[in-house]
């Protein structure tokens, strides 16, 4: 619109202006394919990262992108249109397979399709689990704590209430030394549970002391939480191995499932986590790379033409 201003014309002509004649959409290449995949065979490199984001209307698209691209010209590799293993195998194959062959690491979250696809494509790869989504599975056990504690007192708070009510008395809310009710309590702690203890401000040291006193097992979901962080701080991928099993073998004891379901996650993904403990590669380029397509989507508006968006971002980062 900014252009279009300039050259007293309106920005919807000048946009159909570009999209039809100057751009070179109409002789692109990879057209006919386009709302199923793009292939950049070219830009393989010895490091890879693949991921899902969301292009249009919740549908999802799998971006295989190179690290050393660094976000900039020659970063795509593939946009497949779907997650499913099998057709992201069948359009990565088209790729040659001596430059499929050179690929020798490629970060992921813990989707099992996308391992899949992976191996099946870059058989000569290590496979890296993104330390993110690893430690996230484990804060989310933690959170789910604190939501099912929140939910209680939520309850046990109408119940009061409505017990008051019948009685023909005001219900008096019960307030902590810190000014917060229980449920209060709950929700504003979501944030402290994140931290590392001694990151804590003052207000959440005391509200951290007043959420543990209460709900004693949330306090050792804390402590387990900050454990498995601490085992990322290691450089040796035997003595990770080490002590995530000693940390799966401290939750048989632990009764918050949701715990118990992370560990066996964690189990199931073993050998691709340790895989992090030889470079420390993350999936963060690929994070970077999505937040730019959706500030590039959030500048146009949304997506009104997949192929030509598509188009755009190939002139932008391929």
Not at 201 to 210: D, E, F, M, N, V
């Amino acid at each position: 619109s900014n252009i279009a201003s300039y050259y007293y014309v309106k920005a919807k002509t000048l946009n159909r202006s570009y999209k039809k004649y100057t751009s070179g959409f109409k002789e692109w290449d990879q057209k006919t394919h386009a709302e199923d995949y793009l292939l950049y065979p070219e830009n393989v490199t010895e490091k890879l990262s693949i991921d899902e984001l969301a292009l249009s209307q919740g549908e999802l698209y799998t971006f295989v992108t190179s690290k050393e691209a660094k976000g900039k010209k020659k970063t795509i590799v593939a946009v497949i249109n779907g997650t499913e293993s099998n057709k992201i195998t069948e359009v990565l194959n088209k790729i040659p397979q001596e430059k499929r062959n050179s690929v020798k690491e490629i970060t992921m979250d813990m989707a099992r399709n996308m391992e899949s696809a992976a191996r099946n494509s870059f058989p000569q790869s290590k496979l890296v689990t993104d330390r993110f989504h690893v430690v996230r599975l484990v804060l989310d056990a933690l959170q789910h704590l604190r939501i099912q504690y929140r939910w209680e007192a939520i309850e046990q708070e109408n119940e009061a209430i409505e017990k008051a009510k019948k009685e023909g008395r005001k219900y008096d809310f019960q307030v902590l030394s810190n000014g917060d009710t229980l449920k209060q309590l709950l929700a504003r702690s979501r944030y402290l549970l994140y931290k590392f203890e001694e990151k804590w401000t003052i207000s959440q040291q005391r509200r951290a002391a007043l959420l543990f006193d209460k709900f004693p097992l949330l306090k050792k979901a804390y402590n387990i939480t900050t454990k498995f962080r601490y085992i990322y701080e290691e450089n040796n991928a035997q003595e990770a191995h080490k002590r995530i099993c000693e940390w799966i073998n401290d939750l048989k004891n632990f009764e918050v499932d949701t715990f118990n379901t992370a560990a066996k996650s964690i189990e199931y993904n073993m050998e691709n986590i340790l895989n992090f403990f030889t470079n420390r590669s993350t999936n963060a380029h690929a994070e970077s790379f999505n937040s730019k397509i959706k500030q590039f989507r959030a500048n146009q508006r949304g997506v009104r033409d997949i192929k030509f968006f598509l188009f755009r971002l190939e002139k932008l980062f391929s």
